[in-house]
């Protein structure tokens, strides 16, 4: 059965520091990972995402890594600003169901002044 | 070129009542999918819909829940007698090739069922 487990479930970071979220995944054949960043009470907007070739992809101060070899990723943030705070989302899709894919249930990011 | 939009934003209904909810994709895109977001959860896929034809629906409750993507005309996610539990933000999606590719999304339609 394709998984996504994230973790923090949810994390408090004072403005300005760093924080990274971690991923793994079972789902298979690995076909692509996307990290979304959702805004409460709003839809997710992509930040990133990875091919099987990847092993980092930047998007300004959002950071992924992808280690398909182990199946985990991680989304760094760095010098938050209180607009990080939102639920981030790791997305993987697999090769051979078309459209489908898997999402994590999030990381509640709180930055705080 | 305009984003996804969905439609209403906000929508009440009582119990026993059909809601319908409605989704227009990014200019160019003809996949279209549909997730389900339950207070303070993760979201949950639905159903994935190419025009006039319904790809995957292996995550809708086979009651009450239907779907559909017209040739001409916005999507539309249909929910007969509904029931408190169907309360929740309906999210749509889109992209212009299905496999893995990018989708967008919509702000979400929240359905609230008195």
Redesign the interface.
């Known amino acids: 059965k394709n998984q996504v487990e994230q973790s923090p479930q949810s994390l408090i970071i004072l403005e300005g520091k760093n924080c990274t979220l971690q991923c793994n995944y079972t789902v298979s054949p690995f076909?692509?990972l996307?990290w979304?960043k959702q805004d409460t009470?709003?839809?997710?907007?992509?930040l990133t995402?990875m091919t099987f070739s990847e092993n980092t992809k930047s998007n300004g101060r959002y950071t992924a890594t992808l280690d398909a070899d182990t199946k985990q990723s991680s989304l760094h943030i760095t010098a938050s600003q209180l607009s990080d705070s939102a639920s981030y989302?790791c997305v993987v899709?697999?090769?051979t169901?078309?459209?489908?894919?898997?999402?994590?249930?999030?990381t509640t990011l709180t930055v705080k002044p | 070129n305009a984003g996804v939009m969905q439609n209403p934003r906000h929508l009440v209904r009582r119990r026993g009542q059909e809601a319908r909810l409605r989704c227009s994709p990014m200019k160019g895109h003809s996949h279209v999918y549909w997730y389900r977001q339950l207070p303070e959860e993760g979201l949950k896929f639905m159903v994935y819909l190419q025009k006039e034809n319904i790809i995957d629906e292996s995550g809708m409750p086979k009651e009450r829940f239907s779907a559909e993507f017209p040739k001409e005309g916005p999507s539309i996610l249909r929910i007969q007698q509904v029931v408190r539990g169907d309360s929740a933000a309906y999210f749509c999606a889109s992209s212009p090739t299905p496999i893995g590719s990018e989708q967008y999304f919509g702000p979400g339609t929240r359905l609230t069922v008195t």
């Open positions: 076909s692509n996307r979304y009470g709003r839809g997710p907007v992509s995402i989302i899709s697999a090769g169901n078309a459209g489908k894919s898997t999402f994590g249930d999030g």
